[in-house]
């Protein structure tokens, strides 16, 4: 069983659509994360959410929103797509914020904004 | 906010020793982690400090200098599968937020 999943895995778009990208974690953990690398490799955080609160919102474009319909699941929409998005976006879950709770990572999914 | 500084390649040879350092600057230190990432996967947990001193796991070990803010890993009896970037994160817990920084990552390529 796979812990923490995203679909989908590689997403294709032009600049200006609107596009989402699913999370589900199976681990029962009460915080959820995304996460964006870009082309130089470098993670950087996006969201966090503690039992469906956002409790960490970085200086990203209002045009990302995360939804979590449940403690197990974190979705991020992504509107008015631009060429600077393309970049590989990880979730990724924890038992807890604090303590020593390890951050699980999803498999990624690559977006390529043409 | 944080900086997080780690050297960008190293290279080693099979079954020598590797140490990969870090160092940081936060306001609220809560912990250290190291990740490892093969190339096109995602990162998975090695190691987690947050006392001063040496952790153990198999091969692998890390190092923890608050005082110095300073971190490193240490890699035994390198295998051709340890070829991998080595991410060190830092946990900050300013703001109730308990934000992981991550550092820009330390590519590692053993040779045989």
């Known amino acids: 069983d796979t812990a923490v999943s995203q679909t989908p895995k590689y997403l294709v778009t032009q600049m200006g659509n609107d596009k989402s990208i699913k999370c589900e974690q199976n681990?029962?953990?009460?915080?959820m994360y995304w996460y964006k690398q870009d082309s130089k490799k470098f993670l950087k955080i996006m969201f966090s959410?503690?039992?469906?609160?956002?409790?960490i919102n970085e200086t990203v474009p209002n045009r990302f929103s995360p939804k979590s319909p449940d403690k197990a699941h974190l979705n991020l929409h992504i509107n008015s797509l631009e060429l600077g998005d393309s970049a590989v976006y990880f979730c990724?879950?924890?038992?807890?914020?604090?303590?020593?709770?390890?951050?699980?990572f999803g498999p990624g999914t690559r977006l390529t904004v043409l | 906010g944080q900086n997080i500084d780690q050297p960008t390649e190293m290279t080693a040879t099979e079954g020598a020793i590797v140490q990969i350092n870090c160092t940081y600057q936060?306001?609220?230190?809560?912990?250290l982690f190291w990740y490892q990432q093969h190339a096109g996967e995602a990162p998975t947990f090695l190691s987690y400090?947050?006392?001063?001193g040496l952790e153990e796991k198999g091969r692998f070990s890390s190092f923890l200098s608050r005082s110095k803010g300073y971190s490193y890993l240490l890699l035994k009896e390198l295998q051709m599968k340890d070829s991998a970037s080595y991410l060190c994160?830092?946990?900050?817990?300013?703001?109730?937020?308990?934000?992981?920084?991550f550092g820009k990552g330390t590519k590692l390529s053993v040779i045989p």
């Open positions: 990724a879950s924890s038992q807890s914020l604090a303590r020593r709770s390890e951050q699980f």
């Open positions: 994160a830092v946990r900050d817990s300013g703001a109730g937020s308990y934000q992981l920084t």
């Open positions: 681990l029962g953990h009460d915080t």
């Open positions: 936060t306001s609220g230190f809560n912990g």
């Open positions: 959410y503690n039992n469906k609160e956002l409790i």
């Open positions: 400090n947050v006392l001063d």
